[in-house]
């Protein structure tokens, strides 16, 4: 069974502070994607990673696909309350079905 | 811009109730999926489907059935509601390309 291992499952910090979550598994996948969730809503997808090493960066969050495509890390420089939220990652090996991690669930306190 | 919409973001459902859910994506998407959404057990797929009138279970089918007649639509069918069935529900599509799925904003169902 491919599973996908998010951690830390909480985290609670001050504005201005940084942060990484860690996606890790023992499959290896074709994409990976991050998605952010808040209350009462879908998750909205962030970045998409597909090569091995491949770094993206989206403002103040940047995404690394592990070289062996098992993991993944997105990292927060200087967090803003506007980053609270339910972070996913989801993985896929180019099927129909997309692994989904157990979620990191960050507060930023202002 | 995906955009996926759901028929309704709150609903409320008696027991023994049908209880139809509709999902609409305008990307032309091949795939689309029906997720359940429950603390603690995360996201777990019910349905899916790669084309249209083409359908295939996921993980948790039973109590559910889907409706794939047009490209753009996808259905959800709960045929008699249970109280377990009370959860937040989650539409997605994605193209056979990139394999990025793109979310409805949900619906939260309560059965009573």
């Known amino acids: 069974t491919q599973l996908l291992e998010q951690s830390p499952q909480f985290l609670s910090i001050q504005e201005g502070e940084n942060l990484t979550v860690y996606c890790n598994s023992s499959?290896?996948?074709?994409?990976l994607q991050w998605y952010r969730q808040e209350p009462g809503e879908g998750p909205v997808l962030l970045v998409t990673?597909?090569?091995?090493?491949e770094v993206k960066k989206l403002k103040r969050l940047t995404f690394q696909f592990g070289d062996a495509r098992k993991d993944s890390s997105l990292h927060i420089t200087a967090a803003q309350p506007g980053d609270t939220g339910l972070y996913l990652c989801a993985g896929t090996s180019g099927t129909y079905k997309y692994i989904f991690g157990t979620g990191t669930r960050l507060k930023v306190l202002a | 811009d995906v955009k996926v919409t759901q028929s309704s973001r709150y609903l409320v459902k008696r027991t023994g109730e049908k209880v139809f859910l509709e999902c609409v994506q305008d990307m032309d998407h091949e795939n689309m999926f029906w997720y359940r959404q429950d603390p603690g057990l995360g996201l777990r797929l019910i349905y899916f489907s790669y084309d249209v009138k083409m359908k295939e279970k996921g993980d948790i089918p039973e109590g559910y059935s889907v409706s794939r007649e047009k490209k753009e639509r996808f259905s959800l069918i709960l045929e008699s509601a249970s109280t377990n069935q009370t959860s937040m529900y989650l539409c997605?599509?994605?193209?056979?390309?990139?394999?990025?799925?793109?979310f409805g904003p949900g619906t939260r169902l309560t059965v009573l």
């Open positions: 499959s290896v996948f074709s994409s």
């Open positions: 990673v597909v090569t091995g090493g």
């Open positions: 997605a599509s994605s193209d056979r390309t990139y394999n990025e799925q793109f």
